[in-house]
């Protein structure tokens, strides 16, 4: 029999020679002592530290195994405080984990540690209709919690391929994706908050990531940190109606080529498929061979197709569809007419992976993305490294999101196909990022990555990443090893090669030696007309973006854009509508760019999350100087932190935003605003309540007491009319008739008097912001206002905006929606809206600011 | 643990397991405990690594091996194909071969597999369980004796056999030891609608059980002994077809070869032999079978699927469509009829606990249909149901019966009905 093995003994299959990863050895002694201390904090605790029962917590789905130290299977939240205490205490790591079905070695205790199984932990603990949205414990099955959904005509969009095993947690963790994010965004985009522990034992509650957010955006970054800021017990999450109708096609091609060219000819067209799913050659021909779907087996690629939204829509978007397919020469189209078939039209997809994992031993399964024009070239790319390398590669694509996942069959047990499989890997990552890619889309980088991250982002952002790790974990203590490397790593080449030197731009230049020579606080400003409710500080220097006017890039087949954030509003708003394109936060007005992105100025026309929901890049000069770029040209991407979420609502504390990619949309053709009024705002209020809730809900609205209670609905659509029909058929229910109006006409009208009513507290008064859930507007934004008061509501996100003209007195308590409150001559007071964040907040602007360059909020908003 | 580097040829399936976790959802252990531990990857990765002669202790692999049930849905989950079945024995007789006794199971289930061989004593000992339904006996005892079904079916009269075909294929009916002492009647049902149907159907008195439940408590030696008897008695016989009604007798005569895979001469005998068996229910869905008429009575019927029928025969359709040819009665699918019902050969006697979950677990989904017949084919779960029928009796009102018992009644029903049109009366369906 072979020695027993070291319990800490990393043993994975993959040397990595350059990582330096450490962590002192445990004798036996003070391994029993970890054991005694934690059955001592908690008696019921299931704790499991024999190396057989281990074992079964040394792997995920990426095929390495790492033995833990223990594995503590929660029950309930109230556990995990004390266990965080006690691997503090002893230096332990702890590793979260959902279902372990990790891509990229997520879960795998690479340094030994301590595993918080979550899977037992899978209660839904909240479902609000009215404001859809819900509370679940992390270890719910994605499966599962649809399945609960489904019963209320609901779902969860993020549903990746793994949905019926994967959890609530673990795709919150991953920022996961799936088939439908092409339409329905990742899971970043359906998280609201929740609760989480932080290493120190403290439970905390997670910001809001809705457009009344006071401070930083902390979710948004912890979402899609792999487990290595925090142990999350709770996720809240945006709901979704089901849509009415939907089609599912699936059209045959000779080339990738061709079918790629189709999914750019189907957006041309205005038209945001559901889904646009790509197999190529190989692939088909996998899935025949093990699972005959019924797929074209001479075919060069597969697109399936699935569009959904309301009838009307749907059955148009259908028929120009299938006359794009037909011009672009589709080898066959198929349609499905029953739920059936909509089954076998899917069943080719559903077995792709299990059809390649026939195939040997195991399947290394990547995941880059590119912009989307660009996928076939990358295609033929990772075809040409698996001929180079000797590998049959299957690749199947999210193509509408130029997301792609060749699939390497290799055996495990031959060291040498192992390191030629790691040889060709790399070749991959190295193509995709020459492409302006991600090196990874959506199965994040785990431990997988951790050394090519620096292929995608240079010292500077990988260094930042790093310093984010330690102000929410100074001692490196959650998931070491995972998502980003430890401060100061550089790969070999990197230590040999002078740094890359970055073009001079006058303009930056500039800017970078005011902030460096500045004697005192620099203040950013774009348009200059938010300055009185930026944090600001007396005899401050001002630094003015308006210099940066240029439109740096506008790809519509990629429906990107990209702009610096001088840009004004209006300017970008005619470049846009030229090519028939929206970004739905982007108001009519003369503000920039950088100011609305930086203010996370909340628009009446977008029902999301607000402008993180479109930001996909940034770039930023932070407080001594240097130039930061985060994010990609990409749909998706989730290598290392999500530092764009941070740039948004940052308001001038941790940088000069200077760039933004955004991601764009297609305009829908038809428009209209329905302007309704003559009622009391609580009969108004409900009834957009109602309309929030429509299966095809409204691009916007927002009510407004001003000249009276009046609410404006904004439909978009490819028919306008049915929509139009079903919103009278809601009104009509309450007594109330609409006006209707083109949106040409009326929407600059409804954004310069929203732009007039955040300026009237220049002149005097006090005006207010905050929110709800939506669901709690009725509650909140309904009171006895008097006569003067002016009130919008916004109801897809629960904003409030009050003014009153006379400020509010200094005893009076303030609503407990208020976050952040101005009044002529005074600076803008600010609510934190958790006081446990601030020494979070406190350390991630000192990572951007060391020197204090930029002014922060000032407290006392806590009236 | 003795040196497990004899077991190495296992690593060849292990390394096919990619950890992708589609197994957890089709696990019953995993469904009951969500512990990782418990699932079949788990159980997998244990395995591997005590072949691989890295643990250093055994008791977590002998409770993960032990509390399987055997019912390998994992394998019909499992997108890469991987043969659990043959990790899960290695693991079983390194354990054993090792000094473990975690497998030879209760007092219970020893005397069961003492007694599945001995027809005789089996059937004896069946009835006078039977009986033990209608004494009140102490709880434990009578936990286990509402698992018995109220009559062995041995002392029913025969009714009118159909004529046997003069041409038809011939089939050798395999009775199976527990269907055999327990469910006799079914076993006669199935040999009458296979008749009806066109088969010659002929039995060999010597046939003996089929090994599967000594084989799952790590006695191979005694699954092998057994194995070879009935290889032996059917070879031969020239029958075209060897046909049983239990789900998970019919699986283990289909992989007799399994056992064989040190001893090339026993192999090809045992995959002649296994190439020749079918669940009765696969030979009345074949097109060679002359289609029969079945009538209900307006029972609201659901399904407990055998999980070896299902999961290693994965002829788990065929029992559906003959619930869907009965008209007159409504038949439930549900999602979950395939899933394992907790009874795994001798796991509801070794243990009782998580056989009695998972059980509870499926009578809630069963109570909200609302059956008044729960079909089983396979007499574990038969058994096991009818202890769920009586745990829940507030909530289930339902009979349960095997598919033979169930679509014999029915055929019974229309051919009678088939009469009565005939002669012009109106005749009620016999309940
Ligand atoms: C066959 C297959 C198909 C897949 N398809 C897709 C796909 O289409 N799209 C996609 O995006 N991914 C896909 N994946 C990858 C994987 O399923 C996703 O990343 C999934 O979200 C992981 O969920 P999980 O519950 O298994 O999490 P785990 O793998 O257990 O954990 C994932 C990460 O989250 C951390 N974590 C888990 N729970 C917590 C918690 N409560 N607190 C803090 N940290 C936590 C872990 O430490 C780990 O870093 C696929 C995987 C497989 C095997
Ligand atoms: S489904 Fe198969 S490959 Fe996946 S974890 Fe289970 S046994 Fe392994
Ligand atoms: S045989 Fe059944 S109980 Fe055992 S691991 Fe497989 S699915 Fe689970």
Same mark, same amino acid.
């Given at each position: ?121 899978r209660r839904v603990l909240a479902i609000d209709e009215v404001s859809r949205q819900a509370v679940v414990e992390?270890?719910l099955v994605n499966a599962d919690f649809q399945a609960i959904l489904a019963e209320k005509g609901l779902f969860f969009a993020p549903d990746p391929?793994?949905h019926r095993?994967s959890t609530v947690?673990?795709n919150t ?5 799936g088939?439908h994010?092409?339409?329905y965004?990742?899971t970043?985009?359906h998280v609201l ?42 996720i809240e999450v945006v709901l979704t109606r089901r849509p009415p109708?939907v ?6 091609? #000779? ?53 959904d ?57 990547? #995941? ?5 024009? %660009? ?43 192992? *390191? ?64 980003? %490397? ?9 230590? #040999? ?79 846009? *509508? ?45 407080? *001594? ?59 108004? %209020? ?7 809730n429509?299966p095809?809900p ?20 490819? #028919? ?55 669901g ?10 008097? +006569? +003067? ?20 007195? *200094? ?53 | ?20 976790? =589609? ?49 390998? !849905? ?33 007092? !219970? ?64 009916? =395999? ?17 009458? &609608? ?23 408590? !790590? ?41 064989? !895979? ?10 002649? =032999? ?5 669940? =009765? ?10 289609? &029969? ?42 999602a ?96």
């Amino acid at each position: 029999m072979a020695p027993p093995r070291e319990m800490t003994e990393l043993w994975g299959m993959l040397s990595r020679p350059n990582l330096n990863l450490r962590r002192k050895q445990w004798s036996d002694s003070e391994r029993a002592a970890f054991h005694r201390a934690l059955r001592a904090e908690d008696s019921r605790l299931t704790v499991w530290v024999d190396p057989d029962r281990l074992m079964a917590y040394t792997y995920d789905a990426t095929g390495e195994r790492h033995r833990p130290d223990a594995a503590i299977l929660l029950q309930d939240a109230s556990q995990i405080g004390p266990v965080l205490a006690v691997a503090r205490r002893f230096g332990c790591p702890v590793i979260g984990r959902g279902a372990g079905t990790s891509l990229s070695g997520g879960t795998t205790p690479v340094l030994g540690g301590i595993v918080l199984a979550f899977a037992q932990m899978r209660r839904v603990l909240a479902i609000d209709e009215v404001s859809r949205q819900a509370v679940v414990e992390p270890g719910l099955v994605n499966a599962d919690f649809q399945a609960i959904l489904a019963e209320k005509g609901l779902f969860f969009a993020p549903d990746p391929s793994s949905h019926r095993i994967s959890t609530v947690g673990g795709n919150t963790n991953e920022n996961s994706g799936g088939p439908h994010c092409i339409k329905y965004g990742v899971t970043t985009n359906h998280v609201l908050g929740g609760h989480c522990y932080l290493i120190d034992g403290r439970g905390r509650t997670l910001p809001t990531t809705r457009d009344w957010r006071a401070g930083l955006d902390l979710t948004g970054i912890i979402v899609g940190s792999e487990g290595t800021l925090a142990i999350v017990d709770q996720i809240e999450v945006v709901l979704t109606r089901r849509p009415p109708a939907v089609e599912t096609l699936l059209a045959a091609f #000779d080339t990738v080529e061709s079918a790629i060219a189709t999914v750019s000819a189907i957006i041309a067209r205005q038209i945001v498929p559901s889904t646009l799913e790509l197999l190529d050659r190989k692939s088909i021909q996998t899935v025949e061979r093990f699972v005959h779907a019924g797929y074209p087996a001479d075919a060069g690629a597969v697109l399936l197709i699935e569009i959904d939204g309301p009838e009307a829509d749907v059955s148009a978007e259908r028929a120009t569809i299938e006359a794009i397919l037909g011009e672009q020469g589709a080898l066959s189209v198929q349609r499905a007419q029953t739920p059936e078939e909509v089954e076998a039209l899917w069943k080719g997809r559903r077995s792709a992976y299990g059809a390649a994992a026939q195939i040997a031993g195991h399947l290394w399964i990547q #995941d880059v993305t590119v912009p989307r024009p %660009l996928l076939p070239e990358m295609m033929k790319t990772v075809s040409a490294i698996g001929e180079r390398y000797g590998f049959d590669i299957m690749t199947i694509a999210h193509a509408g999101d130029g997301n792609l996942h060749p699939q390497l069959p290799y055996n495990p047990s031959d060291p040498e196909e192992v *390191s030629r499989m790691r040889e060709a890997d790399e070749a991959i990552l190295r193509a995709c990022v020459a492409l302006g890619g991600s090196i990874t889309g959506e199965h994040g980088i785990g431990i997988d990555k951790l050394e090519q991250l620096a292929l995608m982002y240079g010292p500077q952002e990988r260094d930042r990443m790093a310093e984010i790790r330690q102000a929410f974990d100074p001692e490196g203590l959650l998931n070491p090893g995972k998502a980003v %490397l430890p401060l100061g790593y550089r790969r070999p080449e990197e230590t #040999d090669l002078p740094p890359a030197v970055e073009p001079a731009d006058p303009r930056l230049e500039a800017m970078r030696e005011m902030l460096q020579g500045a004697k005192a606080t620099v203040a950013v400003r774009g348009s200059n007309s938010q300055a009185g409710r930026s944090p600001s500080r007396a005899g401050q220097e001002e630094l003015c973006t308006r210099s940066l006017d240029r439109l740096v890039d506008v790809d519509v087949p990629n429906l990107t854009i990209t702009v610096e954030s001088g840009v004004r509003a209006d300017a970008l708003q005619r470049t846009l *509508s030229e090519q028939h394109l929206a970004i739905p936060t982007l108001p009519h007005n003369g503000r920039t760019i950088g100011g609305l992105v930086a203010s996370n100025a909340r628009y009446w026309g977008d029902r999301g999350l607000g402008w993180r929901d479109h930001v996909l890049a940034v770039t930023w000069l932070d407080g *001594s100087g240097k130039r930061l770029r985060f994010g990609r040209k990409t749909m998706k991407n989730v290598a290392g932190y999500d530092v764009v979420k941070l740039a948004v609502g940052s308001w001038g504390t941790l940088g000069v935003l200077t760039e933004f990619t955004f991601r764009v949309r297609p305009q829908p053709k038809e428009s209209a605003i329905a302007e309704v009024s003559g009622a009391e705002l609580s009969t108004l %209020l409900a009834v957009a309540l109602t309309i929030r809730n429509l299966p095809t809900p409204p691009r916007g609205m927002v009510l407004s007491t001003d000249t009276g209670p009046r609410l404006w609905i904004w439909l978009e659509a490819t #028919d306008v009319h049915a929509q139009q029909h079903a919103l009278e058929t809601v009104l009509t229910a309450s007594d109330l008739r609409a006006e209707w109006f083109s949106a040409a006409e009326k929407v600059p009208l409804v954004d310069a008097a929203h732009h007039e009513f955040e300026q009237a507290w220049n002149t005097g008064g006090e005006w207010l912001e905050g929110g709800v859930p939506p669901g709690d507007l009725l509650n909140d934004a309904v009171r006895d206002w008097s +006569a +003067a008061d002016r009130v919008w509501v916004f109801p897809f996100s629960g904003a409030i905006e009050w003014y009153r003209p006379e400020p509010v007195p *200094s005893g009076e308590r303030l609503p407990g929606w208020v976050v952040r409150s101005y009044r002529t001559g005074q600076g803008p007071r600010v609510r934190r809206q958790s006081s446990s964040w601030v020494d979070v907040e406190d350390r991630i602007r000192t990572i951007f600011d060391p020197w204090g360059r930029f002014p922060t909020w000032e407290a006392g908003g806590d009236r | 643990m003795k040196d497990p580097s004899r077991w190495r040829w296992v690593l060849q399936e292990t390394d096919h397991c990619n950890k992708c976790g =589609f197994c957890l959802p089709a696990c019953p252990t995993y469904r009951l405990t969500r512990q990782e531990l418990h699932s079949p990857r788990g159980r997998i990765a244990m395995v591997e690594a005590a072949v691989r002669g890295e643990l250093t202790t055994t008791a977590g692999l002998e409770e993960a091996l032990s509390y399987c049930v055997g019912c390998r !849905a994992c394998e019909l989950a499992c997108p890469s194909g991987v043969r659990y079945e043959r990790i899960l024995e290695t693991g079983r007789s390194l354990l054993v071969e090792g000094g473990s006794t975690a497998f030879r199971g209760s007092l !219970a289930a020893r005397t069961a597999l003492y007694l599945a061989p001995r027809k005789h004593t089996f059937r004896s000992f069946a009835r006078w369980g039977s009986l033990a339904r209608r004494v009140p006996l102490a709880d434990l005892v009578s936990d286990y004796a509402v698992m018995l079904p109220e009559s062995t079916g041995r002392s029913q009269p025969s009714r009118t056999m159909p004529r046997p075909s003069p041409t038809g294929p011939r089939v050798a009916f =395999f009775s199976g030891c527990v269907m055999d002492a327990m469910f006799a009647e079914a076993n006669r049902m199935a040999q009458q &609608l296979l008749t009806a149907a066109g088969y010659r159907v002929f039995q060999l008195p010597s046939e003996t059980c089929c090994g599967a439940i000594h084989l799952h408590s !790590a006695q191979p030696a005694e699954a092998q002994r057994l194995a070879k008897a009935n290889i032996a008695a059917f070879e031969s016989e020239a029958a075209d077809w060897i046909v049983n009604t239990a789900g998970g007798c019919g699986a283990m005569l289909q992989e007799y070869p399994e056992l064989f !895979a040190q001893d090339p001469a026993w192999k090809e005998r045992a995959e002649r =032999f296994s190439a020749r068996v079918r669940d =009765f229910s696969s030979l009345l869905v074949a097109e060679e079978a002359r289609p &029969l008429g079945y009538l209900g009575d307006g029972s609201r019927v659901v399904l407990q699927n055998s999980c070896h029928l299902v999961n290693v025969q994965r002829v788990g359709d065929h029992p559906v469509q003959l619930l869907r040819q009965v008209t007159g009665n409504t038949f439930v699918p549900y999602a979950d009829q395939n899933f394992c019902c907790g009874a795994g050969g001798l796991y509801n006697i070794n243990h009782r606990e998580w056989a009695r979950g998972i059980l509870d677990d499926k009578m809630d989904k069963v109570a909200a249909l609302e059956p008044t017949k729960i079909i089983v084919n396979n007499p574990g779960c038969h058994m096991q149901m009818l202890w769920g029928v009586e745990r829940h009796k507030e909530r289930v009102h339902a009979k349960v019966e095997h598919l033979a018992t169930y679509l014999w009644q029915c055929h019974q029903n229309y051919l009678r009905a088939d009469e009565a049109s005939a002669s012009g009366s109106d005749v009620e369906a016999e309940p």
